[in-house]
């Protein structure tokens, strides 16, 4: 079993940063692959970023390419999703997630309950 509570949502202007947190519980968390997803309101749930266990191996949907980074600390249980060059289109609910896969198929094993990030313009 694996808990999960994000933190380090907020309201940020366009242009600006803020770095999610995601502190996990559990002793499966180093053999689990951990990501990102987010939902804004009226659209569906959209996969944002995922990391391998090891941390080696890391995937990013193509609109934050280049502008997020997710990485993590397994001494620390957490994982972490810097955010740069923030959109107002980047303005949802954001959910940390434990699979097993870093391919993020299937039915997500874990998730969070959200942390809301607001872009203003």
């Known amino acids: 079993q694996v808990q999960l509570v994000e933190s380090g949502g907020g309201l940020v202007q366009a242009g600006g940063s803020l770095r999610l947190s995601c502190a996990a519980s559990?002793?499966?968390?180093?053999?689990?692959?951990m990501g990102w997803f987010r939902q804004a309101p009226g659209k569906e749930r959209e996969f944002v970023a995922a990391?391998?266990?090891?941390?080696?191996?890391?995937y990013y949907a193509d609109s934050v390419k280049g502008r997020f980074a997710i990485s993590r600390d397994n001494a620390k249980n957490t994982v972490y999703l810097q955010m740069a060059s923030l959109k107002p289109e980047d303005t949802a609910n954001y959910y940390c997630?434990?699979?097993?896969?870093?391919?993020?198929?299937?039915?997500?094993?874990?998730w969070g309950q959200g942390t809301q990030v607001t872009v203003s313009s």
């Open positions: 997630v434990a699979h097993k896969t870093v391919t993020m198929m299937g039915t997500i094993d874990y």
């Open positions: 990391i391998s266990w090891d941390g080696i191996s890391t």
């Open positions: 559990g002793r499966t968390f180093r053999t689990k692959a």
